[in-house]
């Protein structure tokens, strides 16, 4: 298993920027890929990004050109830079990884975007 912490979230304006981090409890070389979903009220989880160990990307179309993700292995953590926010953003944010054939997902962060 493997424990995961998200970070970062908060109340931005639309326009405006964040960074969520999510640091895992083992080395994410292990992990072959890691990603962020979000779940706005009322709505289904969905993928935002994913990246894998080789450090391909892929985006959700709705933030393609506005959103980026990293991850630093060195520090166990997964980034994603968020910018040109925009009201339809607003959801709670995870991280997921696969390990072992288990699914894990942190606690979430909350992102409103409001003005």
Same mark, same amino acid.
């Given at each position: ?17 964040? /960074? *969520?981090?999510?640091? @895992?409890?083992?080395?994410? *070389?292990?992990? =072959? @890929? +890691?990603?962020?979903? &979000? ?7 969905? *993928?935002? @990004? &994913? ?7 892929? !985006? @959700?179309?709705?933030?393609?050109? &506005?959103? $980026?993700?990293? /991850?630093?292995? #060195?520090? =166990?953590?997964?980034?994603?830079? +968020? =910018? ?5 953003? $607003? #959801?709670?944010? !995870?991280?997921? $990884? =696969? !390990? ?6 942190? %606690?979430?962060? %909350?992102? $409103?975007?409001?003005?």
């Amino acid at each position: 298993q493997v424990q995961l912490v998200e970070s970062g979230g908060g109340l931005v304006q639309p326009g405006g920027s964040l /960074r *969520l981090s999510c640091e @895992a409890s083992r080395s994410i *070389l292990s992990f =072959n @890929a +890691m990603g962020w979903y &979000r779940q706005a009220p009322g709505k289904q989880r969905e *993928l935002v @990004a &994913r990246i894998s160990s080789g450090g391909n990307t892929a !985006y @959700a179309d709705s933030v393609k050109g &506005r959103f $980026t993700i990293s /991850r630093d292995n #060195a520090k =166990n953590t997964l980034y994603l830079q +968020m =910018n040109s926010l925009k009201p339809e953003d $607003t #959801a709670v944010y !995870y991280c997921n $990884t =696969n !390990y072992l054939g288990f699914d894990s997902w942190g %606690q979430g962060t %909350q992102v $409103t975007v409001s003005s």
